[in-house]
Nanobody, 122 residues
Framework: QVQLVESGGGLVQTGGSLRLSCAAS????????MGWFRQAPGKEREFVTH????????YVADSVKGRFTISRDNTKNMVYLQMNSLKPEDTAVYYCAAGSRPSVYSSLYAYWGQGTQVTVSS
């Protein structure tokens, strides 16, 4: 089992940056692919980015390509989401998730954090 706790959300102005962190518990963290998803009010949960178990492969949604970067540190059981050039449409609750393989589909992730709110003001 893996338990996930996100942090780092907050209020930022358009064009600003935030770095989200996801702390994972469990000795098998390094065997999991990790993903970030987001959900805005009244909208479905949306894929943002994922990373494979070693960190050698990542994939980013078109909506955030060139602005968001995922990374992980398996020695610290941490996953990060660096968000630059933030826009009001990035406002959402951001969730990290762990799964057996990288995927854009939320249903393929077995473990989820509680989420952290990101609000981008215009």
């Amino acid at each position: 089992q893996v338990q996930l706790v996100e942090s780092g959300g907050g209020l930022v102005q358009t064009g600003g940056s935030l770095r989200l962190s996801c702390a994972a518990s469990g000795r098998t963290f390094s065997s999991y692919a990790m993903g970030w998803f987001r959900q805005a009010p009244g909208k479905e949960r949306e894929f943002v980015t994922h990373i494979n178990w070693s960190g050698s492969s990542t994939y980013v949604a078109d909506s955030v390509k060139g602005r968001f970067t995922i990374s992980r540190d398996n020695t610290k059981n941490m996953v990060y989401l660096q968000m630059n050039s933030l826009k009001p449409e990035d406002t959402a609750v951001y969730y990290c998730a762990a799964g057996s393989r990288p995927s854009v589909y939320s249903s393929l992730y077995a473990y989820w954090g509680q989420g952290t709110q990101v609000t981008v003001s215009s």
